[in-house]
C-alpha cells in the first residue's frame, strides 16, 4: 500500500510567516492529493484537492502544489485563526491513505 | 444543505459488535461515494472504508479487514459500518464522509461523528 509522510509533524510559527508542509506518497498518486485543516474539536475541512485547486470559500494564503509522489500546502502568511493540525489524503484508489498531520502552533 | 448524522455508537466490550449509521440529507446519495474514517483520541485521521455511490464496490484498510462491512442503502439515504470483533484500539471518533463523486473521490462534506469505546 501507498504510504503518505507529512513533514514536519509539528512547528511553531508567527503570525505573518509563510509555512510550508510536505507530503510524500511512497508511489506515484497523480495529482490525486486533498489537504484538509482540522482545528480541536471540530471536523476536518477540505482546503485543496487535486493537488493545487483551492475549495471554495477557503482564503487564497492557501496553495498547493505537487504531482506524483511529492506535494506542499503553502500558507503564504498565517493567520491567527490558522493555527491547526493539516492533514493530507491521498484519494487515487483505495487505501484512501491520510498523511500524519502536521501541527502548526504559535511561536 | 449537505447534512451526515451518525449514530449507533457507545461503549462495548472487546469481542462484541456495533452497528454504526450515517443517515444522509441534501444530497443525491446514490451518486456519492462514502467514507468511514475515524480518530482515536489524540491521534490523526485513520481511513477505514469505502463504498461507490451504487454500492458495487467497497475497500477496507487492513486493521479492520475481516472484522468490518460497510454497506449503503440508497432507499434510505443511509451508510453503514458493521464492526464485529471490537478490539480494544477500535476506540475512536467514528465520521462518516462523502465523496464528490460516484466512485472513490476527494471528501468534501464530513459527519460531526459517533464515539465508540471497546473496554471491558
Known amino acids: 500500500d501507498i504510504q503518505m509522510t507529512q513533514s514536519p509533524s509539528s512547528l511553531s510559527a508567527s503570525v505573518g510567516d509563510r509555512v510550508i508542509i510536505t507530503c510524500r506518497a511512497s508511489?506515484?498518486?497523480?495529482?490525486?492529493v486533498a489537504w484538509f485543516q482540522q482545528k480541536p474539536g471540530k471536523v476536518p475541512k477540505l482546503l485543496i484537492y487535486?493537488?493545487?485547486t483551492l475549495q471554495s470559500g477557503v482564503p487564497s494564503r492557501f496553495s498547493g502544489s505537487g504531482s506524483g509522489t511529492d506535494f506542499t500546502l503553502t500558507i503564504s502568511s498565517l493567520q491567527p485563526e490558522d493555527f491547526a493540525t493539516y492533514y493530507c489524503?491521498?484519494?487515487?484508489?483505495?487505501?484512501?491513505?491520510f498523511g500524519g498531520g502536521t501541527k502548526v502552533e504559535i511561536k | 444543505e449537505v447534512q451526515l448524522v451518525e449514530s449507533g455508537g457507545g461503549l462495548v466490550q472487546p469481542g462484541g459488535s456495533l452497528r454504526l449509521s450515517c443517515a444522509a440529507s441534501?444530497?443525491?446519495?446514490?451518486?456519492?461515494?462514502m467514507t468511514w474514517v475515524r480518530q482515536a483520541p489524540g491521534k490523526g485521521l485513520e481511513w477505514v472504508s469505502s463504498?461507490?455511490?451504487?454500492?458495487?464496490?467497497?475497500d477496507y484498510a487492513d486493521s479492520v479487514k475481516g472484522r468490518f462491512t460497510i454497506s449503503r442503502d440508497n432507499s434510505k439515504n443511509t451508510l453503514y459500518l458493521q464492526m464485529d470483533s471490537l478490539r480494544v484500539d477500535d476506540t475512536a471518533l467514528y465520521h462518516c464522509?462523502?465523496?464528490?463523486?460516484?466512485?472513490?473521490?476527494?471528501?468534501?462534506?464530513w459527519g460531526q461523528g459517533v464515539l465508540v469505546t471497546v473496554s471491558s
Open positions: 508511489q506515484g498518486v497523480s495529482h490525486y
Open positions: 464522509a462523502k465523496g464528490s463523486g460516484i466512485h472513490y473521490s476527494r471528501i468534501d462534506y
Open positions: 441534501g444530497v443525491t446519495f446514490s451518486s456519492y461515494a
Open positions: 487535486a493537488a493545487s
Open positions: 463504498v461507490s455511490g451504487d454500492g458495487a464496490y467497497t
Open positions: 489524503q491521498k484519494y487515487d484508489r483505495a487505501p484512501l491513505t
